[in-house]
């Protein structure tokens, strides 16, 4: 007897012991987070400002606001009710069914196997283990077409969920606009990609992690109550809805924190994409120091909110595990227990020790199996929470492509203060102005020039271009020349006024650093037509040859080898042979209007002489920017901005004083 109190004293002191540990590692854990909070308050006040306006903006947590959101999203990812993505749901709820009950007929057959052991039993030993054999491929062939269906949910969702929100994002301008007139959303390609995907598996994990379960317990009351009564199974039910509500509301932050986590992930990956971006100007400025302390300190605000994270879900986990699992065992075993401690009870009266041990063993078993799918069920709310934040990163990136679809969009405006002793101040409403398509005409009546945070470039902007009259367009650096290509390309809203101009298929913009896509040389210069457009418009490669002789590109065609070479065509052309490049694919499309923006900087004089003799030949008018005074000669109208809000546009003639170079 004393060798056994002094073996429980060991064994308690030991658990004391283990007990002890675990609370100091979790106290240590605790002051860690409480100081980097308190040294996230010292990082400055702006910094606060953002984070009050994040978590105002941000919420997710599972209510309404979400299940309402979720559901507008599936209706996206299951449009019909008879559609490929319904088979699949189909199939998985099928295989969840006949899974559980294997499950069943596992416990049964398993308890008669050890029933047939302990009572010595050969006869029934070999015929229940070969029952066992006979099914286990079917029980295989279950799972992995349950596993099969849950991964092509998940591709299948990821599909319809991408096409849907490409079809809204790449719909006009919308991408422009999304990074250069909204800033709501910082990193769409994190959303477009990472978010969907984790959003879309998310969703079908859940789908499986509830959907089992819930039908798990529902076979499993059936058949404990015919076993031991329906008192059991009740109060198993009663602990699961009071255990959930409370970790529901214990898991709140999950949502947010999940949310700021994605943000700072994109940010991670963006000041990555920016080093490969412009590792040429970079490099050149020496500035690989500079750029690793910017990332550094991108990753490690990531870092430390994942340190954060980490511990919120230890400290969820310590309490999860207890209650979800530990607890609903107990709660489990005083069920169980009750008709067999109760030797009152008719059942078990007359039953032998085989009898009441197999009884055990069933009912226990399916009780523990019931337990089990409580314990998941409780622990799906936390993923839950989770695919919560994913949900409002999708919500919110699906309402800014709508807005900006439709017209609106939000962004920090500049004060105006600066013009409040005007006579007239000019009303910042974007798209508040008036477009008219008509052909062979550019025509700004009254149109004033602003930026669209609200920087007024010119208050009132007058002149009219038709076709067959070059224009030049000149002035120092941030005066507005941009900015009116930009507004005549309908990038930019209309803050007033009236542009009569051709539609936008009719007006083509050659920048200074042309854009070269992925695919074949015959690409380059059609684009952003296709092959089959190409066709359509009966040009043949022959006449694409002749495009690149006019600009001196072809020898191009033997050095790259012909049409169909596939290159990393942003490396392969040299800054000129783009430039020329760019002209060839503006003969190509023979558009009304050109806007060239110092397009042929990098090519020489008599090529470039040779171009806008062939424009005018072809019919295209061309509005440019250059400070070549050698261009002068090959406009007939000039379109000069002072920078300070003053402009002037006039006839060139022979007493014009020529700006340039």
């Known amino acids: 007897m004393a060798a056994y109190s002094k073996y429980l004293t060991v ?17 240590c854990l605790l002051n860690k987070r409480r100081a980097a909070a308190q040294h996230g308050k010292r990082s400055g006040k702006q910094a606060l400002q953002n984070n009050e306006k994040e978590g105002k903006k941000e919420r997710a947590m599972v209510d309404r606001v979400f299940l309402a959101r979720i559901c507008r999203i599936l209706k996206i990812m299951v449009p019909r009710t008879l559609c490929k993505e319904t088979g699949y749901l189909l199939l998985i709820a099928v295989m969840l069914v006949v899974r559980t009950y294997c499950d069943i007929w596992m416990i049964q057959n398993g308890t008669v196997i050890e029933s047939a052991i302990i009572g010595r039993s050969r006869k029934d030993f070999k015929k229940y283990l070969f029952n066992f054999i006979a099914a286990m491929p079917a029980i295989s062939l279950v799972n992995n077409f349950l596993k099969y269906g849950l991964n092509e949910l998940k591709l299948c969702f990821r599909v319809r969920l991408t096409r849907y929100l490409y079809e809204e994002y790449l719909k006009a301008y919308t991408y422009y606009k999304m990074g250069n007139l909204d800033n709501r959303i910082a990193n769409p390609d994190q959303l477009l990609t990472q978010d969907v995907e984790k959003f879309c598996n998310s969703v079908v994990d859940l789908y499986s992690n509830l959907s089992k379960p819930f039908l798990d317990i529902v076979l499993y009351i059936f058949k404990l109550t015919s076993a031991i009564g329906a008192q059991g199974p009740a109060s198993m039910m009663a602990y699961l809805i009071i255990s959930g509500f409370f970790l529901t509301r214990l898991r709140r932050p999950i949502g947010k924190m999940t949310i700021i986590e994605q943000k700072y992930e994109g940010e991670y990956r963006y000041v990555n994409s920016r080093l490969i971006t412009n ?19 991108t990753f490690r605000k990531l870092v430390e909110h994942l340190h954060n994270f980490i511990l919120f879900r230890f400290s969820m986990g310590f309490i999860d595990t207890i209650i979800a699992k530990y607890l609903a065992t107990v709660v489990g075993y005083l069920v169980v227990s009750r008709p067999f401690l109760n030797l009152a009870d008719p059942r078990h009266q007359n039953s032998t020790h085989a009898e009441l041990l197999e009884d055990y063993y069933q009912s226990g ?4 199996r019931m337990s089990q799918a409580l314990g998941r069920i409780v ?7 989770r695919l919560a934040g994913f949900t ?25 203060e600066k013009d409040a002793d005007k006579k007239q101040a000019l009303p910042l409403i974007p798209g508040s102005g008036e477009i008219i398509n008509t052909d062979n005409l550019i025509k700004f009546d009254h149109v004033p020039l602003v930026t669209p945070n609200g920087d007024v470039l010119i208050q009132d902007l007058n002149f009219e271009v038709r076709s067959g009259a070059n224009v030049l367009i000149c002035g120092p650096n941030g005066c507005g020349k941009s900015s009116l290509f930009r507004v005549l390309g309908e990038l930019w809203p209309l803050f007033g006024g009236r542009l009569t101009k051709p539609v936008r298929g009719k007006l083509f913009y050659v920048p200074q650093r042309p854009y070269m896509t992925l695919g074949t040389l015959r690409d380059q210069v059609i684009y952003p037509d296709t092959v089959e457009d190409q066709r359509k418009k009966g040009i043949s490669d022959q006449v694409l040859k002749e495009y690149l002789d006019n600009v001196q590109l072809g020898q191009i065609l033997e050095r790259e080898g012909g049409w169909d070479s596939v290159q990393d065509w ?10 020329r490049m760019a002209m ?15 397009c042929t900087s990098a090519v020489s004089v008599d090529v470039e002489g040779y171009i806008y003799s062939h424009c005018r030949k072809v019919g295209i008018t061309l509005f440019t920017v250059s400070h ?16 300070r809000g003053n402009y002037e546009f006039k006839k060139i003639t022979e007493d014009t004083v020529e700006f340039g170079s």
């Not at 699906?398 to 004060?415: A, E, H, I, P």
């Not at 942003?570 to 430039?579: A, P, R, T, W, Y």
Request: with cysteine.
């Open 11 to 27: 064994r308690h002191s030991a658990i004391a012991g283990a007990t002890t540990a675990a609370a100091c590692a979790l106290l």
């Open 279 to 297: 590792s040429e100007e970079i490099a050149f400025y020496n500035g690989n120091l500079r750029e690793k302390q910017t990332i550094h300190k």
């Open 365 to 368: 078993r399916m009780l523990l």
């Open 379 to 385: 622990l799906a709310g936390r993923e839950m929470t």
């Open 392 to 416: 409002a990163r999708i919500t919110e990136l699906m309402q800014v492509l709508k807005d900006l679809n439709s017209g609106k969009y939000q962004r920090t405006m500049v004060s105006q």
């Open 570 to 579: 942003m490396d392969v052309l040299s800054g000129g042979e783009k430039q």
């Open 584 to 598: 060839a694919r503006l003969f190509y499309h023979k558009p009304q209007f050109a806007i060239l923006d110092e």
């Open 628 to 643: 070549r005074k050698s261009l002068w000669k090959h406009h007939e109208f000039y379109l000069h901005m002072d920078g």
